[in-house]
């Protein structure tokens, strides 16, 4: 209390002899002790706070680091500011447990980069997430781009990180040409065009089992075919009303595999092949065709030089030949509602919403956009074809996005043992539908209690 007194007369008196030597000086132009005036001593004030500024923290995949442009963001947005963004990256494998972690226990980061669609529902945005239905850029989205990012409550709680990406089956189109072959779009034409590739001593369609996801594209590029033929599917699949195996689209894509492999159209070193290997085989042309999405785009000429400019893509054939792309959307940057630094963290966003930031994105990434304002140009070939899926309107959305279950290894391990024929085709179908039920129990969803 004494030392409170002492400093209430000392500040008295320092305002006292501030008065008395003022006299002299003209209105508005108050000295301070240093001999700067009031508004100089503010204005410094106001540059040493901004100089300092708040940190905002980001918590993100390590895997996101690069993709998502966050240092060039941070590097930017720090400048204009005079804040500061700490990005904390985590490994992939134990982002999802840590984040669900932080949330329980208040230690959230101010902002993290997360999922969309189904595989968002663990946020419980209402009771974590910050709304930003508000926010200016949403105006700025198209229909799809805002499809995606909207949640169930009609709220939008996720600003897109990045664009539009598809999953179908990637192929090199001079190869196609050079035997005089066209897109296949029943299964019929598919097998008609394998034999003809296998005639001319090139690999229809290349496997790489030494890195396993690339093989779970085959579900990615067949789902959309799948859930086209059953419109009302998926509802029931999320509540537990029907099984996998109890489709038969889905039944059959296991007889197709295994018809892949017993009429020789699949690489015979699939074990052991690699995802490398399999952009090497069909950008240099000696595969035709491989699973996988979009995205992967930029990574064959990479690998092999002479295959810029010859990736297409196209949506899995069908039976009667509605075939039809699976588009994903992009993941995005969430608030947490725990954070302090709100409106800094709005302002981050809102910063890299700026049509200079939103097409440095596009530029860097392999995918279409979901704004407005910005095109993705100067479109590789494989995003121009599927580009024209999407303005068709010949898409669905990616299971990933749609089930409420992410596919354990056990489920996806399904497709490895039907092409090394290790089990049945209906057996595998099975494993598949088994195994998502599983976890669906695990996770305590309703219809799988």
């Known amino acids: 209390m004494k030392k409170r007194q002492l400093t209430g007369v000392l500040l008295c008196a320092a305002l006292a002899a501030g008065m008395l030597a003022g006299c002299g000086q003209k209105a508005g132009t108050t000295e301070t002790a240093g001999g700067q005036t009031a508004a100089e001593s503010q204005k410094e004030n106001q540059g040493e706070k901004k100089a300092k500024g708040v940190t905002i923290t980001v918590g993100l995949k390590a895997s996101h680091v690069e993709i998502s442009n966050i240092e060039t963001f941070k590097k930017g947005w720090e400048e204009a500011t005079g804040n500061t963004v700490d990005v904390q990256a985590i490994d992939d494998d134990q982002f999802d447990s840590l984040l669900q972690t932080k949330m329980s226990t208040n230690g959230m980061w101010d902002i993290f980069i997360g999922d969309t669609g189904t595989q968002a529902a663990s946020y419980q945005h209402a009771k974590n997430l910050v709304d930003l239905s508000s926010e200016p850029w949403v105006a700025n989205l198209t229909d799809t781009g805002k499809e995606f990012v909207t949640h169930s409550d009609g709220k939008i709680y996720c600003f897109p990180n990045g664009g539009v990406n598809s999953f179908g089956i990637v192929y090199n189109k001079e190869v196609f040409e050079k035997n005089g072959l066209e897109v296949p779009k029943t299964f019929e034409e598919f097998n008609a065009v394998c034999d003809t590739l296998k005639a001319a001593g090139i690999t229809p369609v290349y496997v790489s089992m030494a890195d396993a996801w690339t093989v779970n594209q085959i579900i990615n590029g067949e789902w959309p075919n799948i859930l086209a033929a059953n419109p009302d599917v998926l509802e029931k699949l999320n509540k537990n009303e029907i099984r996998w195996d109890s489709l038969p689209e889905f039944n059959d894509l296991y007889v197709r595999m295994k018809g892949w492999v017993d009429n020789g159209y699949v690489n015979?070193?699939?074990?052991?092949?690699?995802?490398?290997?399999?952009?090497?085989?069909?950008?240099?042309?000696?595969?035709?065709?491989?699973?996988?999405?979009?995205?992967?785009?930029p990574e064959y000429a990479k690998t092999e030089p002479s295959g810029k400019g010859k990736i297409g893509m196209f949506a899995a054939p069908t039976k009667d030949g509605d075939s039809r792309l699976a588009i994903a959307g992009p993941g995005g940057y969430y608030i947490s509602n725990q954070s302090a630094n709100v409106d800094a963290a709005k302002d981050f966003l809102n910063y890299m919403a700026s049509d200079e930031n939103l097409k440095l994105n596009m530029d860097t990434r392999a995918c279409t956009s979901v704004w407005k304002s910005v095109d993705a140009e100067n479109l590789s070939v494989t995003l121009q074809d599927t580009q024209s899926y999407i303005d068709q309107g010949l898409t669905e959305i990616h299971y990933n996005q749609t089930y409420v279950i992410t596919p354990s290894d056990d489920a996806n391990s399904s497709f490895l043992s039907v092409l090394l024929g290790q089990k049945s085709p209906e057996d595998c179908a099975k494993i598949w539908s088994d195994a998502v039920i599983v976890v669906g129990k695990q996770l305590g969803f309703d219809g799988f209690k």
């Open 268 to 297: 015979s070193d699939m074990a052991t092949a690699t995802y490398e290997m399999g952009q090497k085989a069909i950008a240099s042309g000696t595969a035709a065709m491989m699973y996988m999405g979009d995205w992967a785009d």
